[in-house]
């Protein structure tokens, strides 16, 4: 199991050095430049500015002296926020994106199980219908109609909640809702169906045979069982609220790293561009060794060769 | 991007959740805060907040607010007025300028003097600051070999005689020089704080960000939380400070403009601001609200036209391609936005010249011109690329000509969008046949546009050089009489336009909305609104308005028309 953890570790380096090479290769080749606008700038200015970047550096140098600095983790400067560092805009930015994720998470998990549950210990009733088509119409409205709809709802109809901005806790309902409801019905159909599937096996009748109640059946025995898929399904499902908040994050003006993803690449912004990459490679790279270290736990069937 | 558009699908729900006939006007009619305060929007985060090295509209708004230059605009006429210099004589050769300092002072204390403005201006031009602005300091006598690093920053023409009167000496006696000072290019710097940093072993490049900063006008920086908001307090050490009105503004950094109009909605903005557009889509449905302005705006949507590559280096074919144009239809069913339709660059009345009067529309013409050039029919024309930027905007409108051109000359368009910065690097490298463009006059002169087709401008992207048209234009501004210099800028631009190395379209406007209880923006075409003009009206006759009958809506009540402000799309990058 160590064994198998630090080998997987080991194996991220080459994979890891091939994504930063490529989206600095990526990134390098597109055409244009941080600094073009519509209006002229002056050669001699142009050549400073590339130069105090080290721009005007063959591209192997820079490339390699990226990589140094990335060693003692300096992620470099920012060109279109020239006061700032990359260091300094993803600390800012990050655990903002962090916070708006964790919302969602709960947001997701809350709303999803209970709708799972319903659905299957009311199999076949209204009850369980309405769960689904609400799961469905979830997995079905897209953020960026959702987002809306709950700023007209919530903000300008009901004056509750700020329409868009970051600061207090209720800046955070609208976007976490938002961000956070298509997973929630992902989670409630695997709920359901998980829980389905071990209603009908032997455990589950005798421990009704032992005359426990069906409370306790139902959160002692099947829930365990049916959480399973839900529990694999929430590797990636954290990963993808990290990296897809861009939309929301876009539409609540939360000052994220989201919106980044976008814009650093169309304002050549080579440096911010390089520092998301990384560190959104980095995570999702961890995820996914997380989420193959949990499988084990869950599932003994599964060995690490 | 699609999102943009997409965002677009909130505004329409509130629209529909928000109708004019319930207050008159669109959202919230109370301010959510005490009347001292102003709560606008800068639609993002400025790349330097440094007066040398600033370069865009996320920047200069700041600018104008915090700094004080030698003169300042008058917020209606944008006249130039006395700011730190109290009055100034002119030479003769109208060359040099002599302007006399009030005594003032910096936030911190320290005396602002003449050298304050040398070491601006030097700044400016040094290749070192790297500044995108440079080109502005070109206008004193030997900028341009500075930045160009030939000379030193020391040669500049600009002196301090004593702690309070600067001289200043021009490369031509231009007449729009004194409005082309109150740019933010030419606000003065502290000195003494960069050296300071710099002893004390901190980047001076840091020295704006609000723990270092010292400025010299009205508001100071208190707050910056990076990219959500920034809050200015009254500078009480401002010369003019007892007719600063408000105590405070708080500065949003909400890119989307959709966003910032659901904010707007909702109470949290009194005023989107000068850098944030309404949605062209929504235009039509938001200038029923009492609390829409519209104003012209000094820039022009226009196409250019690479006169090397066949079969465009046919001035006949330019010309009849720009006679094909339907420029009020595509005004008004495709911009939609009440832009002036023009097929001349200088818009009409611009520092009183007269536009060169051309047919907006002239389609029978064009055909016999496209014939004239020898294609008799029109499959005989090879395809046409038109190039944009990626916007839906900039779509709509080259799809209307695309439409045009084919109804009425025959020929096939094909449409090319790119992404901002592809989109620049092919329009450097004369890499396409006809792009788009906008451009924003930097002040109120003819010139601003004119300057664009001359052989030795970088943002000339046309590859058209006419060495009559370049002696024109230094002949104009060695002149230094107003009446003459305007006919020889008109009978340049008639020689260009005669050319056509680009296709005008229209004049922009700007549309935007303000709360009903915001006093003090007025209307002018740079869309330039110093907040210390701007005050909260805490006496409000529209407040007890009777609540409008069911059935039809009453017109909304509009605000005196002289009261409001302009602003276009400034979408020169948009």
Redesign the interface.
Known sequence: MKAYVIRRLLELIPTALIIILGSFALVRL????P???????????R???DA?YGFDKPLPEQFVRYLGNLLVGDLGPST?????SVNE?IA??FPVSLTLAGVALVWSLLVGITAGIIGAVRQNTVWDHAAMAAALIGISIPS??L???L??LF???L?LL??????DLRHVILPGITLGTIYAASIARLTRGGMLEVVRSDFIRTARAKGLSERLVIWRHMLKGGLLPVVSYLGPAIASMLTGS??VE????V?GIG?YF?DAA???DYFLVMGIVVLYAFFLLLLNLVVDVIYGFLDPRIEYP | ?G?VA??G???A??LA??RPEETGFF?TTEPRHGPGELWMNNAG?P???DPNKC?DGNGGEILWNTFAGLVQAHPATLEPLPEIATHWEVSADGRTYTFHLRPSEWSDGTPLTAHDFVYSFRRLVD??T??????NGHIFRGGAAI???EAAPETLTVQALDDLTLEVTLENPIPYFLHFLTFYSFMPIPRHLLEDLATRGIDP??W??PEHVVCNGPYRMTEW????RMVFEKNPRYWDATNVRLERVRL?????Y??AL??Y??G?FDWPGSNTSLPAEFLDELARYGDFHRHPYLAVYFYWINTQAPPLDDPLVRQALSLAIDREALVAHVARGGQIPSAALVPDGLAGYEAIPLPLFDPDRARQLLREAGYERPEDLPPVTLMYNTSEGHKQVAEAIQQMWKKELGIRVELENQ????F???A?QMNFQICR???TGDYADPFTFLELLTTE???NHSAWSNAEYDELLAAANRESDPSRRLARLREAEALMLEAQPLIPLYVYTRSQLIKPYVRGIEGNHQDRHPWKHIWIDERRPDRDRQPAPAGRPPAPPRPPAAVHPSAAAKE??A
């Open positions: 597109a055409p244009g430049s600094f073009s606008s519509e209006k002229e700038i002056p050669p001699e200015v050549r400073q500015l105090k279109k926020y020239p006061q700032r805009i800012d930015g960026f109609v987002g809306p709809l700023v007209l903000s300008l109809r004056h700020p329409p868009a901005g970051w600061g861009v939309v876009k539409i609540f003006n000052p919106p976008v169309f304002n050549r | 991007m999102t997409i965002l699908i909130g505004l729900l509130s959740g928000c959202g985060e790349e330097w907040l370069a290749p070192a790297a500044s995108k602005y440079a080109t930045s160009r690093g490049e840091l704006t960000r939380t990076f990219r959500q949003a950094m909400v890119e989307s959709t966003t659901n904010m909605a909702a949290e992404e901002w910065k592809v620049l690097a092919n450097e463009m906008g451009w401008c970088g943002n020169k990058a």
